[in-house]
């Protein structure tokens, strides 16, 4: 008798139960459906990024490439806009928007992609600075690639280059 009437008591736990595991499902699928959107604004992110650090490397090596294959830079720079002599670019140009115009830069590879390049002179030390005639003259350049898109802010890429004359 007693079973019988334990089955008959009806007072809706497993209805209160059932509908609290409900919410409980739901904000986990919120909360993962939140997170998977994160992640993927992350990885575009990370996506665009590499795009232009790439772009901007690319500028550089191609300015690289070309004073490499100059026998002379120096003798061409009245020639190249984007040679510029000793102490002529500082820091605050190269963050400077209007530093990156046709007049003090190139185009390389893309429309928004653009190199330059900066002399230091002699490198001190050994073969550079002595007077032996059958010695050559090593000149240290600072290359500079950027890359700044329509959607983005700059990425610009600094590497050396030392050329031997």
Known sequence: M????MLNNEDGTVLVLALIMLVLLTL???SATTTSMIETRISGNERVYKQNFYAAEAASM??????EERANPKADAPTLVWLHPLNAVVD?????????TDANSAVSITGNTRLLASSEGLVGGGA????????STVHGYRIYGRCRPQN?????????FRKAF
């Open 2 to 5: 007693k079973e019988i009437s």
């Open 92 to 100: 605050s140009n190269i963050r400077d928007d209007s530093f990156w």
């Open 62 to 67: 191609h300015c690289a490439q070309d004073m």
């Open 152 to 160: 983005s802010g700059p990425t610009i890429i600094e590497i050396g």
């Open 28 to 30: 986990i699928g919120i």
């Open 128 to 135: 550079g600075t002595s007077l032996d005639m059958t010695k």
